[in-house]
């Protein structure tokens, strides 16, 4: 959709009532071939990959909220690959390569910046860790350098690297491909995009039961009503457990808040994304001009997107030690969301082995939003074919049967 000057000048001064919706309001239908429920990046991508590729499917995303309301309006936008194993970092490099193209693809700018991502070591043992993951990304075809303290200060010249603080900075391992996208646009660009492809998208319908007869998804009771539907997908993020137990399954997911804040707006002064496992925290500076920061996870299990303030204390001090140069600017806002946790630090893509046309995409914990494209078309697939994406096999829930786990703790921990 193109805008002329003289529109978009119109629309400003009327109070954007002009402005055309970006997809329609829909009459829900009684019956859908498949139902999304959660409309988060995740939901959406699904929703949107589902009915372009298999055309004809009618679909439909349910989302208790507003869109983009949940994890995806709520987090810190780094995006990256760099995983360890070859399983994970098959799967967000597919995310990568999908972000590479979806401006375009979408029709919208989800303003997806390559501004590299830098994790820093503090240790011997962490530069040993950065080097085997820097080797193991290169052996996957995956952009990977390791870094010295030296040309770090080249890069970076705000960091601080000198040996008086608690924790030296010894180097660092950068991803240049890596960066941030507006994660909103994201949301609204595949809403559009889903919606153009024929998907009804309904917001305000929160799912309270799932019908289930003789172990086959049957439909979903709402708060807008009852929708037939033989083939569900979960997109629910830190409420996976809650749609399980509808199913009467116990998901090995725990949930916990995860917070993150911003500063007052400044001129650019940080021009790439740093994170620390050692210090725990990471900061990059946004288009508007604020410090985006986040931490770790709140250890204890919990509903509430609000988090402790220890976590924040301890975040911010971390980050003024590495930047020195930020110990005067005032944060703005705090905010928390909620996330699920698997016990390797990996997803779950899979259809639920009791009930035929149940599939659950959960468990990305602290690191989904970089995976949202290619989260979205690999269970696209899974539901739309009715059995994995080969990319997408190595996170099937039977994992933890088999014990067949891909421990990636080491590359997702505090990193986003
Ligand atoms: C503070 C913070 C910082 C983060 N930073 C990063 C980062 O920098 N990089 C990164 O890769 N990841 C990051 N993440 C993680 C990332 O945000 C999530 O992994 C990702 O957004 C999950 O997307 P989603 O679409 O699955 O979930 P969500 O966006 O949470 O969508 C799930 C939706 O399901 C809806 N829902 C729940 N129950 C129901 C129901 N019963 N009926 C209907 N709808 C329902 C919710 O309302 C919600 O909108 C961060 C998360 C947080 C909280």
Request: net charge neutral; proline share 5%.
């Amino acid at each position: 959709m193109k805008y002329s000057w003289l529109e978009v000048f119109k629309a400003g001064f009327s109070g954007q009532k002009q402005w055309p919706a970006a997809w329609p309001e829909v009459s829900p239908k009684a019956a859908y071939d498949v139902v999304i429920v959660g409309g988060g990046g995740h939901g959406l991508a699904t929703a949107y990959y589902l009915a372009r590729d298999f055309p004809g499917t009618r679909v439909a995303v349910l989302e208790k909220g507003w869109i983009g309301g949940g994890n995806t309006g709520r987090n810190t936008t780094i995006v990256r690959s760099n995983y360890l194993w070859d399983e994970a970092t098959n799967l967000y490099e597919h995310s990568m390569k999908l972000w590479e193209g979806l401006s375009k693809d979408l029709n919208f700018n989800v303003m997806f910046s390559q501004r590299g991502v830098y994790n820093l070591g503090h240790t011997l043992q962490d530069m040993r860790d950065i080097e085997r993951r820097v080797n193991a990304n290169m052996l996957n075809g995956v952009d990977a350098e390791v870094v010295s303290v030296a040309e770090l200060k080249e890069r970076i010249p705000i960091l601080e690297t000198g040996k008086q603080v608690r924790y030296p900075v010894m180097g660092a391992s950068c991803q240049p491909r890596a960066g941030v996208a507006r994660h909103d646009a994201v949301a609204w660009g595949f809403a559009r995009a889903a919606a153009k492809h024929g998907v009804d998208i309904i917001q305000n319908c929160e799912v309270q039961a799932l019908d289930i007869e003789a172990g086959r998804m049957k439909g979903l009771q709402t708060s807008r009503g009852y929708f037939k539907a033989e083939r569900v997908g979960c997109v629910t993020a830190g409420h996976s457990s809650i749609l399980a137990a509808m199913a009467g399954i116990r998901l090995p997911v725990t949930s916990h808040p995860l917070q993150a804040f911003v500063s007052e707006p400044m001129k650019p002064v940080l021009h790439t994304v740093v994170m620390s496992n050692a210090v725990h925290g990471y900061v990059s500076q946004s288009d508007k001009g604020d410090l985006v920061i986040g931490a770790g996870l709140d250890p204890y299990s919990g509903y509430s997107q609000r988090g402790s303030p220890h976590v924040i204390d301890h975040c911010a001090s971390a980050m003024i030690e590495l930047f020195p140069i930020f110990s005067r600017v005032r944060l703005n806002r705090q905010w928390g969301g909620i996330v699920d946790v698997c016990p390797d630090a990996c997803p779950i893509i899979s259809p639920i082995p009791q009930v035929k046309g149940l599939y659950f995409n959960c468990g990305w914990g602290t690191g989904g939003f970089k995976a949202t494209p290619g989260s979205g078309h690999v269970f696209a697939h899974t539901i739309g074919q009715d059995q994995p994406h080969p990319l997408a096999a190595p996170f099937h829930i039977n994992r933890f049967v088999t014990g067949a786990l891909i421990d990636e703790h080491g590359a997702a921990a505090v990193a986003h």
